[in-house]
């Protein structure tokens, strides 16, 4: 039976849709107190950190047709790849509930009939979008695509053009934590981008154009984040785009901008959920995934981000640097193992180290030193292991 696949233009409208979202403006406007020029330098350092591991994670999984936890498996074996999987839903349970909820509040500004409805609202459109299946959306995606392209153009302009009041420049977020907070939202789809680049036609053009997209989308909505709060001074998304008079078009980028996100979040839960047990089915995970995080949305307050995106970096980021070491530079594959202790101690060191790093503040961040210096453990410790079986 052949399998259908997906086409380098369908998978350039995922991930353009997974980079219009709120959470990624609404990450945008903590880089405020840098200042335009300097913020952008910041967006744009952490966004090419992020997106150079964004493409090699795609990659791994284009070349062996496998998802994202399964090429996990391949550094850390059967039982090792559980760990991440696990980790891997609970992190994405948790963005399916701050898009809705970041979503039912930018909606709320615009329409006002209580947050919980728009949670509702959001909620079942994600729902119908995975019922639809990757496959199957890209007529959607291109109207979708579309609309949202359009209507954020005059999103921008109602932001920038004539706005002229500054939020005044102060130190309250370093340069290096801000590249930080630009590579976390890049790193945060590392553990979901082969869920998509393994059913492409074109492997590699697919894998590169995906993370083009995505990169130069994601650095457009840190921008408009940073220009909402400099230039209008407003942080709150529905009431700007009250005023730069929007209305219903603000209303619908609102929405669908976080249909198109957060349906990748529940979609790839289920993914991963498939990785721990064969019995269970992606797609309908996906729903259930969707159902809790609308309840969640509903239910918890969760209107700062940043300390949840730096735990996502600590996680992941070391888990990337090993795997990368692993398929590109020692050329192993550990599937068939029950568990690669080693790289496990390994992992755990990474992610030690980059919580000692977030006490210091480098120019370039914590992941990119910190997914270098795991990448040095990871290969002196396979060359002392090689000597010493020699």
């Known amino acids: 039976m052949n399998v259908k696949k997906t086409s380098v233009l369908s998978n350039g409208l995922i991930w353009f849709g997974a980079a219009v979202s709120m959470a990624e403006i609404m990450t945008g406007t903590y880089f405020a107190p840098l200042g335009f020029t300097k913020g952008m330098l910041a967006n744009l350092t952490g966004h090419l950190i992020g997106c150079m591991m964004l493409f090699l994670a795609g990659l791994i999984g284009a070349r062996t047709r496998r998802s994202s936890m399964e090429t996990v498996k391949m550094s850390f074996g059967q039982k090792g790849g559980i760990l991440f999987a696990v980790l891997n839903v609970l992190q994405l349970v948790g963005w399916t509930a701050i898009m809705i909820y970041d979503a039912s509040l930018a909606a709320n500004g615009i329409m006002e009939t209580g947050p919980w409805v728009w949670c509702v609202v959001v909620g079942a459109l994600i729902v119908i979008w995975i019922l639809i299946g990757i496959t199957n959306l890209r007529k959607f995606n291109v109207i979708a695509m579309t609309a949202l392209f359009l209507l954020t153009l005059v999103l921008c302009r109602g932001i920038f053009a004539g706005n002229t009041a500054g939020f005044l420049s102060d130190d309250s977020l370093s340069f290096g934590l801000a590249v930080e907070l630009a590579a976390a939202m890049p790193l945060s789809w590392l553990p979901l981008i082969s869920d998509y680049t393994r059913e492409a036609e074109r492997p590699l053009a697919a894998t590169a154009v995906s993370t083009v997209v995505y990169g130069l989308t994601s650095c457009w909505m840190y921008a408009i984040g940073m220009g909402m709060a400099l230039y209008t001074g407003e942080f709150g998304i529905g009431q700007i785009m009250v005023n730069a008079g929007l209305g219903i078009a603000g209303l619908l980028i609102i929405v669908f901008s976080t249909v198109t996100t957060t349906f990748m979040d529940a979609f790839s839960a289920g993914v991963s959920a498939e990785s721990l047990t064969g019995k269970l089915k992606a797609k309908w995970v996906g729903v259930i995934v969707t159902i809790i995080g609308t309840i969640g949305a509903v239910i918890y307050p969760m209107d700062n981000i940043m300390d949840f995106l730096y735990l996502i970096g600590s996680v992941f980021a070391p888990m990337i640097a090993i795997m990368i070491t692993d398929y590109f530079l020692l050329k192993k594959d550990c599937t068939a193992s029950g568990a690669n202790p080693v ?24 992941t990119l030193p910190d997914m270098l210096i795991t990448m040095v453990i990871c290969l002196t410790v396979n060359k002392l292991l090689k000597r010493r079986l020699m």
Do not use: E, H, P, R
């Not at 790289?343 to 370039?364: E, H, K, P, S």
């Open 343 to 366: 790289n496990l101690v390994i992992w755990l060191a990474g992610f030690i180290i980059y919580q000692m790093l977030m006490q210091v503040d480098t120019i370039l961040g914590n």
